[in-house]
């Protein structure tokens, strides 16, 4: 017995270590094989994770269903864009002259502001929509998020905060102990490129964010959470104060969302309104719905699977029809939307708890 | 009477559009009693239940709970307060566990925040066992521990109506307030249902029940109120309900005597 058990803690411990070394050379792999540009999908997909699992928490958990969630990331990557770029500063001589050297926080610090921002956001989108479920909850957050990107599209006049559809631009890079993202890390025996560099950030981001949000699921307000989803009425008669829980939900789902859009903006150097459309919220709710809405390893799928899926296309799709017909018959995009729709549709049809569901699909 | 009153309710009225669900109806519930709620099917019995917890705010009344005057308006204060209930229609919370379902009634009686359940400090930790074992405790009280880890939809009937009392115990209520747990049940678990109730009287809790079993009621109640189109149209022990010319002609019918 006691064999057996060692034997088994062996395994996992196995195991545990395989994986991490997976992860470590999971950008040389790819980097190798095929090129920069997959390792910026990559990267691009743990992001992804980040905002999957905070949504998860609001959709997957509360049973909140918000079609703005996006707004939040957009809080966060127009936060640092503002913060840590020459726009204001250019639009603005009382901040130039006082800031001569420029605006350049952190954005470790911006990151923190932006959780803070995107949580007060949130619990302003939760406060008039507590009575409201299902889908009249899903219009007033959708309403939300395209005011938001509405702002964010406008507010270049009379004052340019935003710069309007033209977006900001040179958005200082992430940098974490002096060492900019930007260029290589030289180790002396070898090179990190800056991507692999992201990589490793937004791992260990979306890994901390992941145990975040797995302790919660086991705690007592992760219960709560999942009354309140299955019946309200029930959850009051626990004793459970239903309009704060659902306020913390939105709170904790925005500050994952407004971390993740500093590193957007950081990584991208560039942020613009059309980022943040309704379309995208769409995307991050339907890694959630078709992952496995509530269970995280399985919205950690979706995510990987939705994000990585419109670059195989984009790969694909192009030469396929090329050597087919000769020239590009239906646009990559139009393929794209098509598939994600056939897919939730089957998804919804034949796994309804999604691909990857709690407990292997009873 | 001598025996102190839990709770202590007098003129309650609640109207619902044309119709007038309860009018100025009163209630004692003295400590340590089983107390029956009875009447003809939309006698106002629920809608009752529904004001004293808060769940339907009151046109009027006066409510004792615990020697304390309050007014029932948020459904997790008055259970916080140390009332909770059962739902005739079962409300179980269907995808989580049976243990959990108990562990969500624990609810209010814990307290690790956000902070707490992000980092798990022991004091988190030293809690969560904690409402574990006690979540644990009621199951085997119900005698529902067999079933700890199936998910509570799949619960028989009469399971999930066992389910709902451990989860209402776990609140640490001193009211236990009951909406027809017989309801839907057969012979044998009525008799464990009344064992039950027996026990957890004899544990300490007090008891108000709502019910259609006319045996299980007479059985083990102290004293009944009955409840005809909204009114109270008798209050008492039960022998001396039972042939109350007004109860018959509304709610046992002649056969009954």
Same mark, same amino acid.
């Given at each position: 017995?006691?064999?057996?058990?060692?034997?088994? +803690?062996?395994?996992?411990?196995?195991?545990?270590?395989?994986?991490?070394?997976?992860?470590?050379?999971?950008?040389?792999?790819?980097?190798?094989?095929?090129?920069?540009?997959?390792?910026?999908?990559?990267?691009?997909?743990?992001?992804?994770?980040?905002?999957?699992?905070?949504?998860?928490?609001?959709?997957?958990?509360?049973?909140?269903?918000?079609?703005?969630?996006?707004?939040?990331?957009?809080?966060?990557?127009?936060?640092?864009?503002?913060?840590?770029?020459? +726009?204001?500063?250019? +639009?603005?001589?009382?901040?130039?002259?006082?800031?001569?050297?420029?605006?350049?926080?952190?954005?470790?610090?911006?990151?923190?502001?932006?959780?803070?921002?995107?949580?007060?956001?949130?619990?302003?989108?939760?406060?008039?929509?507590?009575?409201?479920?299902?889908?009249?909850?899903?219009?007033?957050?959708?309403?939300?998020?395209?005011?938001?990107?509405?702002?964010?599209?406008?507010?270049?006049?009379?004052?340019?905060?935003?710069?309007?559809?033209?977006?900001?631009?040179?958005?200082?890079?992430?940098?974490?102990?002096?060492?900019?993202?930007?260029?290589?890390?030289?180790?002396?025996?070898?090179?990190?490129?800056?991507?692999?560099?992201?990589?490793?950030?937004?791992?260990?981001?979306?890994?901390?964010?992941?145990?975040?949000?797995?302790?919660?699921?086991?705690?007592?307000?992760?219960?709560?959470?999942?009354?309140?989803?299955?019946?309200?009425?029930?959850?009051?008669?626990?004793?459970?104060?239903?309009?704060?829980?659902?306020?913390?939900?939105?709170?904790?789902?925005?500050?994952?969302?407004?971390?993740?859009?500093?590193?957007?903006?950081?990584?991208?150097?560039?942020?613009?309104?059309?980022?943040?459309?309704?379309?995208?919220?769409?995307?991050?709710?339907?890694?959630?719905?078709?992952?496995?809405?509530? +269970?995280?390893?399985?919205?950690?799928?979706?995510?990987?699977?939705?994000?990585?899926?419109?670059?195989?296309?984009?790969?694909?799709?192009?030469?396929?029809?090329?050597?087919?017909?000769?020239?590009?018959?239906?646009?990559?995009?139009?393929?794209?939307?098509?598939?994600?729709?056939?897919?939730?549709?089957?998804?919804?049809?034949?796994?309804?708890?999604?691909?990857?569901?709690?407990?292997?699909?009873? | 009477?001598?025996?102190?009153?839990?709770?202590?309710?007098?003129?309650?009225?609640?109207?619902?559009?044309?119709?007038?669900?309860?009018?100025?109806?009163?209630?004692?519930?003295?400590?340590?009693?089983?107390?029956?709620?009875?009447?003809?099917?939309?006698?106002?019995?629920?809608?009752?239940?529904?004001?004293?917890?808060?769940?339907?705010?009151?046109?009027?009344?006066?409510?004792?709970?615990?020697?304390?005057?309050?007014?029932?308006?948020?459904?997790?204060?008055?259970?916080?307060?140390?009332?909770?209930?059962?739902?005739?229609?079962?409300?179980?919370?269907?995808?989580?566990?049976?243990?959990?379902?108990?562990?969500?009634?624990?609810?209010?009686?814990?307290?690790?925040?956000?902070?707490?359940?992000?980092?798990?400090?022991?004091?988190?930790?030293?809690?969560?066992?904690?409402?574990?074992?006690?979540?644990?405790?009621?199951?085997?009280?119900?005698?529902?521990?067999?079933?700890?880890?199936?998910?509570?939809?799949?619960?028989?009937?009469?399971?999930?109506?066992?389910?709902?009392?451990?989860?209402?115990?776990?609140?640490?209520?001193?009211?236990?307030?009951?909406?027809?747990?017989?309801?839907?049940?057969?012979?044998?678990?009525?008799?464990?249902?009344?064992?039950?109730?027996?026990?957890?009287?004899?544990?300490?809790?007090?008891?108000?029940?709502?019910?259609?079993?006319?045996?299980?009621?007479?059985?083990?109640?102290?004293?009944?109120?009955?409840?005809?189109?909204?009114?109270?149209?008798?209050?008492?022990?039960?022998?001396?309900?039972?042939?109350?010319?007004?109860?018959?002609?509304?709610?046992?019918?002649?056969?009954?005597?």
């Amino acid at each position: 017995m006691l064999k057996k058990l060692a034997a088994n +803690h062996l395994n996992r411990s196995t195991y545990f270590c395989l994986g991490a070394l997976a992860l470590l050379l999971l950008p040389w792999i790819v980097g190798a094989s095929g090129g920069n540009y997959w390792v910026r999908v990559v990267d691009f997909a743990l992001l992804y994770i980040i905002l999957a699992l905070g949504l998860n928490v609001v959709v997957g958990f509360a049973g909140l269903l918000d079609l703005g969630y996006i707004a939040f990331y957009a809080l966060g990557a127009y936060s640092y864009a503002l913060l840590a770029s020459p +726009h204001l500063p250019q +639009h603005f001589e009382t901040i130039a002259a006082a800031l001569p050297q420029g605006m350049h926080f952190s954005p470790w610090m911006v990151a923190i502001f932006s959780m803070i921002l995107a949580a007060l956001f949130g619990i302003l989108l939760g406060l008039p929509t507590l009575q409201l479920r299902g889908d009249y909850l899903a219009i007033v957050t959708l309403g939300f998020g395209e005011i938001i990107r509405i702002f964010m599209n406008n507010l270049d006049r009379p004052l340019n905060l935003t710069n309007g559809p033209k977006g900001i631009t040179a958005i200082d890079p992430i940098q974490l102990f002096g060492i900019s993202f930007a260029k290589p890390l030289d180790l002396g025996f070898v090179q990190i490129p800056g991507l692999y560099l992201v990589f490793y950030l937004f791992l260990i981001l979306a890994i901390a964010v992941m145990i975040v949000c797995l302790h919660l699921q086991n705690s007592r307000i992760g219960r709560a959470w999942v009354a309140i989803r299955e019946d309200e009425i029930a959850a009051k008669a626990m004793g459970i104060n239903t309009r704060n829980m659902k306020l913390l939900a939105f709170a904790i789902g925005a500050s994952f969302a407004g971390v993740a859009g500093v590193f957007f903006s950081a990584f991208q150097g560039f942020v613009s309104p059309e980022s943040f459309t309704l379309w995208e919220s769409i995307v991050v709710l339907a890694m959630v719905v078709l992952g496995g809405i509530g +269970h995280i390893p399985g919205v950690i799928l979706g995510a990987i699977v939705l994000a990585v899926f419109p670059e195989v296309l984009r790969g694909v799709a192009e030469p396929v029809q090329n050597a087919l017909f000769g020239h590009v018959i239906v646009d990559v995009e139009v393929i794209r939307q098509l598939i994600y729709g056939l897919a939730l549709i089957l998804v919804m049809l034949y796994r309804p708890g999604g691909i990857w569901q709690k407990g292997g699909g009873k | 009477m001598a025996a102190r009153l839990l709770l202590d309710v007098a003129d309650v009225s609640k109207r619902f559009g044309g119709v007038q669900a309860l009018d100025s109806v009163g209630l004692q519930v003295p400590h340590g009693s089983i107390v029956g709620l009875i009447g003809p099917n939309g006698a106002g019995k629920t809608t009752f239940f529904n004001v004293i917890t808060g769940l339907y705010p009151a046109d009027s009344g006066i409510f004792l709970f615990d020697g304390n005057a309050y007014f029932p308006e948020s459904v997790s204060q008055v259970t916080q307060s140390g009332m909770a209930r059962t739902f005739q229609n079962i409300r179980l919370f269907g995808e989580m566990t049976v243990l959990e379902n108990v562990m969500v009634g624990c609810h209010c009686r814990s307290k690790a925040g956000l902070l707490g359940a992000i980092f798990r400090f022991p004091s988190t930790k030293r809690e969560e066992l904690a409402i574990q074992e006690k979540s644990l405790a009621l199951l085997a009280y119900v005698g529902l521990s067999d079933y700890a880890q199936l998910q509570a939809r799949n619960l028989s009937y009469g399971h999930q109506r066992r389910l709902e009392i451990a989860r209402a115990l776990a609140t640490e209520p001193k009211l236990l307030a009951l909406d027809e747990p017989a309801a839907g049940m057969n012979a044998t678990e009525k008799l464990e249902l009344r064992e039950l109730l027996l026990r957890i009287r004899a544990d300490g809790k007090t008891i108000l029940l709502i019910e259609h079993d006319v045996s299980l009621v007479m059985g083990i109640c102290d004293s009944l109120t009955v409840l005809d189109y909204g009114k109270v149209i008798a209050a008492g022990k039960p022998a001396d309900v039972r042939v109350h010319p007004e109860v018959i002609k509304a709610y046992l019918g002649q056969g009954a005597v």
